[in-house]
């Protein structure tokens, strides 16, 4: 990383009561954080080309060991140019260059060191953190060391005429058996603020359509060492940062993180612009997150297959799961998860012989676990493993003999310190044993891809189980679609478990059982491979209901799950969706369309070269197959309802 200071001002015990201000410019110089200390406090707010994005909103810990959201001096404010770029086979882009402002404001308190306000401005994006440090014991010589962070007094107030795109946060141990929170709770899109949900706020990511743009809120580097974050409405479109409830996890551990002095928190992030574009292109997760330890051995993705999604529990027995690994391997996919109750229904000793004909099919199993403990009711085994480090790093040690690829841990239903501490303890002994991790039930990743190596993706979305479980969701399909690659999947892989030619979401793919109606097109399930991004991604495929034609097929076998860059093309959360991938030098391009009228688009293919292969809709979502070359580089698209076009071309 290459630093040079620019600039440094010292003020040497100027008071906040004789308001100064200090700028903080992105290096393209559009986007500017403005510092403003007043009266002991702290403001900032942004704005992106000369507009508002957000406005004056205040920052401040109060701890343990003090307050410092009041009376507050600036005490010295530097800034510096950063540039740096990193590689990664797992997220949006493979190669990222960063290129940012870092800032500092020290604030004292006393004429003492309270906390440092750290912000990374890139030209679209804001990562902000607060450092806090020993504070004096009045009752002996020695420092406080350590401190409880009782409550975070960060702030994100929108102007007037903002409209809200949000998620409740769900209340613990509430839900199926127990096990909320686990971020399963609709988008509402283009809702006015001022509300709280069920009194409880939102999840991250947020995103907001103010007068000028777009704001996606969200928060990375969530380890051990803090708890995860939501926020909660203060009125209007004032929203500030809050933490874990106590009903979380069975009312273990704590609500407010502790934090030893000299200390940090995570970095809270702000991502805006006047398009789309620079969210659902975003890298600020990863960007300020380092890998928090080695790979253990060179980890492997691609597309997998689930029996659950369409099977339900019965399905988790040895014949179905080794009919599927014969699916699986005449797909060349490389994965499958055998889901709940395979310790009763299968056991051990039958997972060792489909872990051998896995291998020798050249494919390969991903084993479910109940996470808990003693935090949820859920009934299903395997259970009282994961949270245990003796029996957890025994039974990894068994799956590691046998070529288990990964884990699927489910139900976590807390965004607590000590939970953060599950997650971490069981990232860090999978590496050791050589094991992917996915997460289900599950709070949101916040930079995991990048920091825990082995870590492939969580659910923490309202996902393909839903479509299983009845036809409201099923119908919703293509409107949550249009929301997901711009909020939740902007900031983290997405284990969302999609992709199927069934009709309906059971075996007999009928309504002789169970199992949600499919509205949306093959098309459109096609597009999901592109528009939902996971480096391994389990699809629901069933190896009885396949599509007559099969370039179908044939585009979901070779759809890659690693991809190299992405695109923004044209949207609105709710409404429709135009998006690009590339990977290996070839542009996938999908529209989506959640509006009842079709979609018409003249799309500017100047990325790509050549022509091109077009899967498309008609207006009854018969899909069909085209190579078209684009005259000048412009292609027409008609998009219905709940259907999709596909346009796939070498890059240029
Ligand atoms: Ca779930």
């Not at 040497?12 to 559009?30: H, Q, W």
């Not at 030209?123 to 009752?139: G, M, V, W």
């Not at 962070?149 to 960060?154: C, I, L, M, R, S």
Request: aromatic letters at 12%; one cysteine or more.
């Amino acid at each position: 990383m290459k630093k040079s200071i620019l600039l440094i001002i010292t003020i040497f015990a100027a008071l906040c009561g004789m308001a100064a201000n200090y700028t903080i410019t992105s290096p393209n110089g559009k986007l500017v954080v403005t510092l403003s200390c007043s009266g002991g406090k702290v403001t900032y707010n942004v704005a992106l080309d000369g507009k508002e994005f957000i406005t004056a909103s205040p920052l401040g810990l109060v701890t343990t060991v003090g307050d410092f959201s009041a009376n507050l001096t600036d005490h010295d404010f530097k800034t510096e140019p950063v540039t740096f770029s990193y590689d990664s086979k797992v997220l949006k882009r493979s190669h990222i260059d960063v290129s940012a402002t870092r800032a500092v404001l020290g604030l004292y308190q006393n004429d003492r060191p309270a906390i440092d306000v750290v912000f990374m401005v890139k030209n679209n994006d804001i990562a902000f953190k607060y450092i806090a440090y020993p504070q004096p014991n009045p009752k002996t010589t020695e420092p406080f060391v350590c401190t409880v962070v009782e409550n975070e007094k960060t702030f994100f107030n929108f102007p007037n005429g903002t409209t809200t795109f949000l998620s409740p946060q769900m209340k613990g141990q509430t839900g199926w058996a127990r096990t909320a929170p686990s971020y399963e709770q609709p988008y509402f899109a283009d809702d006015q603020p001022g509300k709280n949900a069920n009194g409880l706020g939102f999840i991250f990511p947020a995103l907001f359509r103010v007068p000028n743009g777009w704001v996606l809120i969200s928060e990375t580097g969530v380890t051990s060492a803090y708890c995860a974050s939501h926020i909660t409405c203060e009125g209007n479109a004032s929203y500030k940062v809050a933490f874990p409830l106590m009903e979380d996890f069975n009312g273990n551990g704590t609500s407010a993180p502790g934090i030893p002095l000299k200390g940090e928190t995570p970095w809270r992030t702000i991502t805006l612009g006047s398009t789309l574009a620079p969210i659902v292109e975003t890298t600020v997760p990863w960007d300020f997150v380092e890998p928090l330890y080695s790979p253990s051995k060179e980890y492997t993705y691609g597309a997998g297959t689930w029996s659950w999604i369409i099977g339900f529990d019965e399905s988790v027995n040895y014949q179905e799961q080794k009919k599927y690994i014969d699916f699986t391997a005449d797909l060349g996919f490389v994965s499958q998860i055998v889901d709940n109750w395979w310790d009763t229904q299968i056991t051990r000793d039958s997972i060792e012989i489909l872990a051998k004909y896995a291998k020798q099919k050249g494919t390969s199993l991903c084993l479910w676990y109940n996470s808990n403990g003693y935090w949820n009711d859920a009934p299903q085994g395997p259970k009282h493993i994961m949270n245990n480090i003796i029996k957890r790093r025994k039974e990894m040690a068994w799956m590691k003999s046998i070529g288990i690829r990964g884990i699927k841990v489910d139900f976590l239903g807390s965004d607590k310190q000590q939970t953060m501490q599950l997650y971490e303890d069981i990232l860090a002994d999978a590496n050791d044993f050589g094991l992917e991790v996915i997460f289900h039930g599950a709070t949101l990743p916040r930079g995991w891809e990048r920091m825990y190596p082995n870590f492939i993706g969580s659910e923490a979305v309202l996902a393909s189980e839903n479509l299983h479980f009845g036809d409201d969701f099923c119908r919703q399909e293509s409107y949550n679609a249009t929301l997901h690659p711009v909020i939740r999947n902007s900031v983290a892989a997405m284990d969302y478990g999609g992709i199927t030619f069934n009709n309906y979401f059971n075996t007999t793919n009928d309504t002789t059982m169970w199992g949600g109606h499919r509205v949306t097109s093959d098309v459109f399930q096609m597009a999901v491979a592109v528009l939902f991004q996971c480096p391994l991604n389990h699809t629901a495929l069933y190896y009885k209901v396949l599509p007559k034609e099969q370039w179908k097929l044939d585009f979901v076998k070779q759809c890659p799950t690693l991809w190299d860059d992405i695109k923004f093309i044209d949207g609105y959360p709710g409404k429709y969706l135009i998006m690009a991938r590339k990977s290996g030098g070839k542009w996938y391009v999908v529209a989506i369309n959640a509006q009842k009228e079709p979609l018409k688009r003249t799309l500017n293919l100047d990325f790509i070269i050549g022509g091109v292969t077009v899967y498309a809709d008609d207006a009854n979502l018969n899909g069909s197959m085209k190579q078209v070359t684009p005259k000048k580089n412009m292609l027409q698209i008609t998009v219905p309802h709940d259907g999709a076009t596909i346009i796939v071309g070498n890059s240029k």
